[in-house]
């Protein structure tokens, strides 16, 4: 399935039905009074999260939606029938805002969510409303209210507790494919996620947690460059951060240089993901290159207090101790009580 994570749709609540203006007409009855109904209400925009779905690429190619327009009122004191509601179903985690001023208008994170986006406009009221004992045949009903209309960007922001950071190439699809059921691309060249990936991860007493995996992530993301500007908000939402680290292109590539260089592209682009806790994960220890590169990074990232953990994707190496300190992050449970 494609993955579509912004659309731009135009929505209308639907307009409301107009009043009626009817008298009665029976035999016998020479003066029969005022008998129209009233207008039916027009239909609300509802926004509805979706639990089985994960992008908007249904939204992609229906950018003009309407609810329905409440019927016209008839005579004999029958009111017209509601418009229709539109029920839009969007993934948890889906930010709607207005696309000309940007304002937020609804932030849906939780499942079954529902908002009114939009109300229907008031259905007219009919001539038998108006009747007094001063004005026994009113020869006028009230038009119905207009409904109300938008356009609206709508923005996906992946609900994952762990976010994989790291430049391309460094093993990030290796590592999700490892520690839970995701399947993505797995190729020896840049750029082979072109979409954020979700893996579950289960874990011990019956817990488990999500990890979302994004494109690399080059210098000058959070201006444009690459693939990551894209996806640097699917992480926005995760609680903990894992910042993947190759060692084996040592001297062509600096894992330090790559490691600080990230971390001020994620502050480039909010400030608020610099503060998330980063957990340090040296990948493909399998290699001899790396198991040899290791000791000389190691005392940079104990200076500043980061643990580093080793492991290998391919090998499962390390893997335990790692999930192990995810979870500590996550739930903060006394290592006795696993």
């Given at each position: 399935?494609q993955?579509?994570?912004?659309?731009k749709?135009?929505?209308?609540?639907?307009?409301?039905?107009a009043?009626?203006v009817?008298f009665?007409?029976e035999?016998?009855?020479?003066?029969?009074?005022?008998?129209?109904?009233?207008?039916?209400?027009?239909g609300?925009?509802?926004?509805?999260?979706d639990p089985?779905?994960s992008?908007?690429?249904?939204?992609?190619?229906?950018p003009h939606?309407?609810?329905?327009?409440?019927?016209n009122?008839?005579?004999?004191?029958r009111?017209g029938?509601?418009g229709d509601?539109?029920e839009?179903?969007?993934?948890?985690?889906?930010?709607?805002?207005?696309?000309?001023s940007?304002?937020?208008l609804?932030?849906?994170t939780?499942?079954?969510?529902t908002?009114?986006?939009?109300?229907?406009?008031?259905?007219?009221q009919?001539?038998a409303?108006f009747?007094t004992?001063?004005?026994?045949?009113?020869?006028?009903?009230?038009?119905?209210?207009?409904?109300?209309?938008?356009?609206?960007?709508?923005?996906l922001?992946?609900?994952?507790d762990?976010?994989?950071?790291?430049?391309?190439?460094?093993?990030?699809?290796?590592?999700?494919?490892?520690?839970?059921?995701?399947?993505?691309?797995?190729?020896d060249?840049?750029f082979?996620?072109?979409?954020?990936n979700l893996?579950?991860?289960?874990?011990?007493?019956?817990?488990?947690?999500?990890?979302?995996?994004?494109?690399?992530?080059?210098e000058g993301a959070?201006?444009?460059?690459?693939?990551?500007?894209?996806?640097?908000?699917?992480v926005e939402r995760t609680?903990?951060?894992?910042?993947?680290?190759?060692?084996?292109?040592?001297?062509?590539r600096?894992?330090?240089?790559?490691?600080?260089?990230l971390?001020r592209?994620?502050?480039?682009?909010?400030?608020?993901l610099?503060?998330?806790?980063?957990?340090v994960?040296v990948n493909?220890?399998?290699?001899?290159?790396?198991?040899?590169?290791?000791?000389?990074?190691?005392?940079?990232?104990?200076?500043?207090?980061?643990?580093?953990f080793?492991?290998?994707?391919?090998?499962?190496?390390g893997?335990?101790p790692?999930?192990?300190?995810?979870?500590?992050?996550?739930?903060?449970?006394?290592?006795?009580?696993?």
């Amino acid at each position: 399935m494609q993955f579509i994570d912004e659309v731009k749709i135009h929505v209308e609540s639907g307009h409301g039905g107009a009043g009626c203006v009817s008298f009665r007409r029976e035999k016998f009855i020479p003066y029969g009074g005022p008998n129209g109904g009233d207008g039916g209400k027009g239909g609300d925009v509802v926004i509805e999260v979706d639990p089985n779905l994960s992008t908007l690429l249904d939204l992609r190619y229906r950018p003009h939606l309407k609810a329905g327009k409440g019927k016209n009122g008839m005579g004999s004191d029958r009111h017209g029938a509601n418009g229709d509601d539109l029920e839009i179903r969007v993934p948890a985690g889906t930010l709607i805002r207005d696309a000309e001023s940007g304002e937020v208008l609804a932030d849906l994170t939780e499942q079954g969510q529902t908002m009114v986006l939009l109300k229907g406009g008031r259905g007219g009221q009919g001539n038998a409303r108006f009747a007094t004992s001063t004005n026994r045949a009113p020869k006028f009903a009230q038009p119905g209210e207009p409904g109300e209309e938008r356009w609206l960007r709508l923005e996906l922001k992946l609900m994952a507790d762990v976010g994989l950071l790291g430049f391309p190439n460094v093993g990030k699809s290796s590592f999700i494919t490892r520690i839970s059921a995701a399947r993505p691309k797995i190729a020896d060249y840049p750029f082979t996620t072109l979409k954020p990936n979700l893996g579950v991860v289960p874990y011990k007493n019956y817990r488990s947690f999500v990890v979302a995996d994004i494109p690399g992530i080059i210098e000058g993301a959070a201006e444009g460059a690459g693939l990551g500007h894209r996806f640097l908000k699917h992480v926005e939402r995760t609680n903990v951060l894992l910042h993947i680290l190759d060692l084996s292109w040592i001297p062509d590539r600096d894992p330090i240089r790559e490691f600080e260089t990230l971390n001020r592209e994620l502050a480039l682009f909010s400030p608020e993901l610099v503060e998330k806790r980063q957990i340090v994960v040296v990948n493909k220890l399998d290699l001899p290159t790396v198991r040899e590169n290791l000791p000389k990074v190691l005392p940079w990232f104990e200076e500043r207090g980061l643990a580093v953990f080793p492991i290998s994707a391919a090998t499962g190496e390390g893997i335990a101790p790692l999930l192990d300190e995810i979870a500590r992050n996550l739930w903060g449970i006394a290592e006795e009580e696993w």
